[in-house]
């Protein structure tokens, strides 16, 4: 699967992205699929339970993690509402090791830490042309408590993600989140989606 980092703006529609792009679908059910949503609901854990180095231990060194910027848009360019040349976040491997250290030691922003519990629903996987590596796009609804407010604050997304077989583990090589609103409803992204 080829990644495009451009704008979903421009006239392309190659650069429109929906749903599994692969055709080699995975069969529910069948080995591969149970791992890797066995992999998804424990990556979910380990976030919910601010184990990041856990976490970190499931993510490849060439990895990379972005979320795009999401328009509003009419007409006939409605479906054009990524845009993949601005980022909430843009990060790899060394990033997000340093934004993880933070998180577990002085991260201003998630002091107290926030309270999160991650839904991981539609389930979608598909073969790449690279040998074991898996195209994977699933939903997240993302409910967060913070501090003593009674107010939680939540999101959606759909997650597109290439997941690695490594020795018998699967390593998150790639996510790119796209978050349903084009104006955030969270007070910031110090949480990992």
Same mark, same amino acid.
């Given at each position: 699967?080829?990644?495009?980092?451009?704008?979903?703006?421009?006239?392309?529609?190659?650069?429109?992205?929906?749903?599994?792009?692969?055709?080699?679908?995975?069969?529910?059910?069948?080995?591969?699929?149970?791992?890797?949503?066995?992999?998804?609901?424990?990556?979910?854990?380990?976030?919910?339970?601010?184990?990041?180095?856990?976490?970190?231990?499931?993510?490849?060194?060439?990895?990379?993690?972005?979320?795009?910027?999401?328009?509003?848009?009419?007409?006939? +360019?409605?479906?054009?509402?990524?845009? *993949?040349?601005?980022?909430?976040? /843009?990060?790899?491997? @060394?990033?997000?090791?340093? =934004?993880?250290?933070?998180?577990?030691?002085?991260?201003?922003?998630?002091?107290?830490?926030?309270?999160?519990?991650?839904?991981?629903?539609?389930?979608?996987?598909?073969?790449?042309?690279?040998?074991?590596?898996?195209?994977?796009?699933?939903?997240?609804?993302?409910?967060?408590?913070?501090?003593?407010?009674?107010? +939680?604050?939540?999101?959606?997304?759909? *997650?597109?993600?290439?997941?690695? /077989?490594?020795?018998? @583990?699967?390593?998150?090589? =790639?996510?790119?989140?796209?978050?349903?609103?084009?104006?955030?409803?969270?007070?910031?992204?110090?949480?990992?989606?």
């Amino acid at each position: 699967m080829t990644w495009k980092t451009k704008s979903t703006a421009a006239p392309d529609a190659t650069t429109i992205l929906r749903g599994l792009v692969s055709k080699k679908r995975v069969p529910l059910g069948s080995e591969v699929y149970n791992r890797i949503l066995e992999t998804l609901y424990d990556e979910a854990a380990a976030l919910d339970e601010r184990r990041i180095d856990d976490w970190i231990a499931m993510i490849a060194q060439d990895i990379i993690y972005q979320a795009p910027i999401r328009l509003t848009r009419t007409g006939p +360019n409605r479906d054009r509402d990524v845009m *993949r040349t601005m980022f909430h976040f /843009d990060e790899n491997y @060394e990033s997000l090791m340093m =934004r993880s250290g933070r998180l577990q030691k002085s991260a201003w922003a998630e002091d107290p830490p926030s309270r999160c519990r991650r839904f991981v629903t539609n389930v979608r996987i598909g073969e790449c042309a690279t040998p074991g590596e898996y195209e994977v796009v699933s939903y997240l609804f993302l409910e967060r408590s913070r501090g003593d407010s009674p107010d +939680n604050e939540r999101t959606t997304a759909e *997650r597109r993600d290439i997941w690695r /077989d490594v020795d018998g @583990e699967y390593k998150l090589a =790639r996510r790119e989140i796209i978050v349903d609103q084009s104006v955030l409803g969270m007070s910031n992204f110090a949480v990992f989606l």
